[in-house]
């Protein structure tokens, strides 16, 4: 087995796509200026860069074994393969699917993040402490719809020209600060979903306990969660010489390492995340999630006040496992994927550009309409705030718009003898408010008085006032 060799003399065409290399020389192919066509298709070169293929001027055509290899040739007019399944040679983003899917998906995880977050300010929550590990993790997040805007955007910069520029932003400052977002938002988005999960464990499986943390200890915790997630995603910086260029492996700058080219470092690192971290705290989310059904289901045939007394809880715990089941169906491809590669089986790139762009990102998207808008909680906060606001709205509409005409009488005979209608704006614009009093003692004031009423009772379509005669007072109904 070869290790490098020297190639022969100059001709238009090569092919060393069977050959045994372990690795090419700087110079490999300085004698080559006129090479039309280069061959590497099966090679892996652990070592490339941009010099080795420099001399050759004239070169036309190219064949790597991986599109990343491309960057490296950017002077070659074609190049293949022509995609890894995000990008292409003119486009950061391969099809119009993944541009659009960006983009939205990207509005919706902000706009409902930012949302939930007003609105569990807005409203206030009994269990606070709850309401603030929500509203964490929506800024964890929305992080993710953050960095989906930041993908849309330089794709729309290299739109027809990414090959230019594809090494040179793939190396970049922005390229890694996306990619270390990114990998934030999940890891701190898996981490809380886990301690989420852990504490509706508690509450449901030991309803009476004294074990559930306080605000502090929630604050305590949340932003020990944040520190762990800061680390793992900045630890990459630290060490260059191991990981490489962590984050810069492909065009969307996520490091999801699934070819057997990739760096060792690089790429065991990234187990260590996916098949290490989150996979854990999925099974942790599972096993917790069975746990409290079984005893749901021992609960059920309890007392009634045993079953009041965690009744909420066991809503809540509901709510969570469709949330949890939603990051389920995100997290598994990729655990799939990871588990692939580990045996060497080749991926396709059209399945990794979903996982990456469509499956991960979803999530994020997700969870503010599983674990706040749907809620019977919120919703019913919701009405009361409406409510309140159309009300409001309505008293200064009719304090504006309201004229009214009483009729007086002393036949008491019927509670209809006397009707108070509400007129619209259109029907007393320029028109006096009038009383009609029974006799000359039923002055103004007593029609201010029932104005007064009126205005107290919410502007009700009509009010019956009458006199009677038994108390000589008048009534109103």
Not at 162 to 191: D, H, I, N, P
Not at 257 to 273: F, N, P
Not at 373 to 382: G, I, M, Q, R
Not at 394 to 401: A, C, G, L, P, Q
Request: proline share 4%; with cysteine; net charge positive.
């Amino acid at each position: 087995m070869f290790s490098c060799f020297r190639l022969p003399p100059p001709n238009s065409k090569r092919n060393l796509s069977s050959n045994p290399l372990l690795c090419l020389h700087k110079d490999q192919f300085e004698n080559l200026e006129r090479l039309q066509s280069l061959d590497l298709e099966r090679i892996e070169i652990p070592n490339i860069n941009t010099q080795m293929f420099q001399p050759m001027k004239n070169l036309s055509h190219i064949y790597f074994k991986n599109f990343r290899y491309c960057s490296y040739a950017p002077h070659v007019r074609i190049c293949m393969p022509l995609t890894d399944g995000i990008s292409s040679f003119e486009d950061l983003l391969a099809n119009d699917i993944l541009r659009i899917f960006v983009w939205v998906i990207a509005f919706i995880t902000c706009l409902g993040n930012l949302f939930v977050i007003g609105m569990r300010s807005i409203i206030k929550a009994e269990n606070t402490t709850h309401a603030m590990s929500i509203k964490i993790l929506c800024c964890a997040d929305c992080l993710m719809g953050v960095y989906l805007f930041f993908v849309g955007f330089f794709d729309m910069k290299y739109r027809g020209q990414y090959q230019k520029y594809a090494l040179l932003w793939m190396e970049s400052l922005q390229c890694r600060l996306m990619g270390f977002l990114a990998v934030l938002s999940t890891e701190v988005s898996v981490l809380l979903l886990t301690y989420l999960t852990l504490e509706k464990f508690l509450a449901v499986v030991f309803p009476f306990s004294n074990i559930r943390p306080g605000k502090r200890q929630t604050s305590v915790i949340l932003l020990s969660i944040w520190i762990v997630g800061f680390l793992i995603a900045a630890i990459p910086f630290w060490n260059e010489d191991y990981f490489g260029n962590f984050y810069g492996k492909n065009g969307v700058c996520f490091p999801l390492y699934y070819d057997q080219t990739e760096d060792i470092g690089s790429k065991g690192y990234s187990l260590g995340i996916f098949l290490g971290v989150n996979l854990l705290a999925f099974l942790i989310i599972v096993f917790s999630y069975t746990i409290m059904f079984c005893s749901i289901q021992k609960t059920a045939l309890q007392t009634s006040e045993v079953k009041n007394h965690i009744g909420r809880e066991v809503a809540l715990a509901n709510r969570f496992f469709f949330i949890v089941f939603s990051d389920a169906i995100c997290w598994i491809p990729v655990f799939v994927i990871k588990i692939l590669s580990l045996f060497r089986v080749e991926i396709p790139g059209a399945i990794t550009s979903w996982v990456v762009v469509f499956f991960l990102p979803v999530n994020s998207a997700l969870n503010p309409i599983l674990y706040t808008l749907t809620t019977s909680f919120f919703k019913d906060k919701f009405k009361q705030l409406l409510h309140k606001h159309r009300r409001k709205s309505i008293f200064k509409t009719k304090n504006k718009s309201l004229s009214v005409s009483i009729v007086w009488t002393d036949d008491s005979s019927s509670l209809k003898l006397g009707v108070l209608n509400k007129i619209t704006l259109g029907d007393s614009m320029g028109k006096p408010i009038s009383y009609y009093p029974v006799n000359p003692s039923h002055t103004w004031d007593r029609g201010d008085a029932l104005l007064h009423q009126l205005q107290r009772r919410d502007c009700t379509e009509h009010f019956v006032y009458y006199k009677d005669r038994n108390k000589g007072q008048w009534m109103m109904k």
